[in-house]
């Protein structure tokens, strides 16, 4: 009955991440520019024909974005370009322009846009009088619509579409390439269109407190799962408390049941820390101070777990999987190899997990990492050093000595 109790306890759980994260049905592939589009890095567009909208900005009086696809003779291409319905972009009215081989010869563009040998453009300017409106169900957004325009392309080539605005007024539009419905683009598009939704050189919104609680909540709940423990007792019938120094973690799995409970109790570790962190910041959207007790939860949660009495692990495998879901590779792997080497050189394992921890917060030092990132680091420190200070009394001991 146990066993069942704590395999409904995992299925609740999936359940609860499924419905969090389920996304909704999108008329085309949303997208955001997150850096600049200028006209030598545009933004590629893979298939014209597949609906993609890209939520873009003209930033400064020059600001020109540019968007790149390939297309081939007697194609139709289907721009559109709508203005959000933020505060002051009432008469915000870009200019649109499509550039490829084939097309008449203009010296409208701007000249940040030069000609390619043998390219013309359409200049699409926005329509006059009031623009018609539309209501978006799927965001709760309303939306001025301006030009719209499709075109059939005269020749197989590389064409661009520039827009930018000639009395140099900055905003938000939404740029709009092909008609046909398919699945895709920013899976984190939600959590993304309230920071979008604001005016032009306002600072961003940080996360709502209650998104932040929530997933601070479902953190710790995550990184409390003890799978090592239940690992080993399914794989293994063994409690791993009972194995080397009696922490409830991956190693003493491995100890009692080898890498059949091992392997596994490592990975779910490194999935609890991961999982919940990763699906924050690039789901929920939640970024800056908001990450701090969304990211520290799950080591929390592993080192102090309520299923076993607040006694927990020592959240090596769990902190792993915390800096993938913030910086995915890179803090995973420098904290990998300095524990190899630590472990390499050193018997004391204490001491190798901390010199890891530590030489990863030299990293985010020096590659100027943000203030919520290194506070992470440090909290994650102190939560390393607290489980492990019994073992740090011992010093370290030199493999060649």
């Given at each position: 009955m146990k066993r069942w109790g704590k395999l409904w306890i995992l299925v609740t759980f999936l359940l609860v991440w499924a419905l969090?994260?389920?996304p909704p049905v999108w008329a085309h592939q949303p997208f955001f520019e997150e850096t600049d589009?200028?006209?030598?890095?545009?933004?590629r567009i893979a298939d014209p024909s597949v609906s993609t909208a890209v939520y873009a900005t003209l930033e400064s009086p020059t600001d020109v974005d540019v968007f790149a696809f390939d297309g081939r003779a007697g194609q139709e291409v289907y721009l559109f370009i709508v203005i959000p319905q933020i505060p002051g972009q009432e008469n915000f009215a870009p200019?649109?322009?499509?550039i490829g081989p084939g097309l008449a010869e203009s010296d409208a563009l701007p000249e940040a846009v030069p000609l390619s040998p043998g390219d013309g453009a359409v200049i699409v300017p926005p329509p006059e009088g009031p623009p018609s409106t539309f209501f978006e169900p799927f965001t709760r957004t309303s939306y001025w619509e301006r030009q719209e325009?499709?075109?059939i392309l005269p020749a197989d080539g590389l064409y661009r579409v520039a827009v930018w605005h000639p009395q140099g007024m900055v905003g938000r539009y939404v740029f709009t390439i092909g008609q046909g419905e398919r699945l895709g683009g920013?899976?984190?598009f939600v959590a993304k269109m309230r920071r979008y939704w604001t005016p032009v050189g306002s600072p961003p919104p940080g996360p709502p407190l209650g998104t932040v609680l929530l997933w601070t909540v479902l953190s710790f709940f995550s990184g409390s799962l003890p799978f090592s423990v239940w690992v080993g007792q399914l794989v293994a019938r063994a409690d791993v408390r009972r194995w080397g120094d009696g922490n409830p973690g991956a190693a003493n799995a491995w100890r009692a049941g080898g890498w059949r409970a091992g392997v596994p109790a490592l990975l779910l570790d490194y999935l609890k820390g991961a999982t919940p962190v990763a699906l924050a910041r690039f789901g929920a959207g939640i970024d800056g101070w908001g990450l701090l007790p969304v990211a520290l939860a799950p080591v929390l949660g592993h080192a102090f777990s309520p299923f076993l009495r607040f006694r927990g692990g020592k959240a090596i495998a769990t902190t792993f999987g915390v800096w993938s879901g913030l910086t995915l590779w890179a803090g995973p792997t420098v904290m990998g190899l300095a524990l190899t080497l630590a472990v390499a050189l050193n018997r004391t394992d204490a001491?190798?997990?901390?010199?890891?921890?530590?030489?990863?917060g030299g990293y985010l030092l020096l590659s100027g990492a943000s203030g919520p990132f290194l506070a992470v680091w440090a909290g994650n420190l102190a939560l390393v050093l607290w489980k492990h200070r019994r073992d740090l009394r011992t010093p370290p001991r030199l493999r060649f000595f």
């Open positions: 969090l994260t389920a589009i200028p006209p030598d890095r545009p933004w200019t649109m322009a499509l325009r499709t075109v920013d899976p984190a001491w190798s997990a901390v010199f890891g921890v530590a030489v990863l």
